[in-house]
């Protein structure tokens, strides 16, 4: 019997997606190859790092993908469909991030 290896497909935004933090100047560590329920990718700001799952409108999480975020404890872990929801999760981690310095 011949096996064909599981290829995790990534959404037609992904490329836009990453697109879009890198010009805000936001790294990106993409973990689409990860599968199993892992978000698509890790963000890093602000001496922060989030995790971002990436749907196109209209699409829905895999059962492993809801799975792995009911099971996280780390980071946030962010769903972005578009530019809107890049924005304001870069906003989102500036924002947190100057909360943490304040706390220091």
Not at 24 to 31: S, W
Not at 32 to 57: R, S, T
Not at 90 to 97: E, F, L, Q
């Amino acid at each position: 019997m011949r096996r064909f290896a599981h290829r995790n497909v990534r959404d037609a935004n992904h490329t836009k997606v990453v697109g879009w933090y890198t010009d805000l100047g936001i790294g990106v560590v993409d973990l689409a190859d990860v599968g199993k329920g892992c978000p698509d990718l890790m963000v890093h700001a602000f001496g922060l790092a989030d995790l971002v799952e990436i749907k196109i409108e209209g699409g829905k999480m895999k059962e492993s993908q809801e799975e792995f975020m009911k099971e996280w404890h780390g980071p946030l872990l962010w769903l972005v469909r578009g530019m809107p929801d890049v924005v304001d999760h870069v906003r989102d981690m500036y924002r947190r991030s100057k909360l943490l310095e304040k706390a220091a």
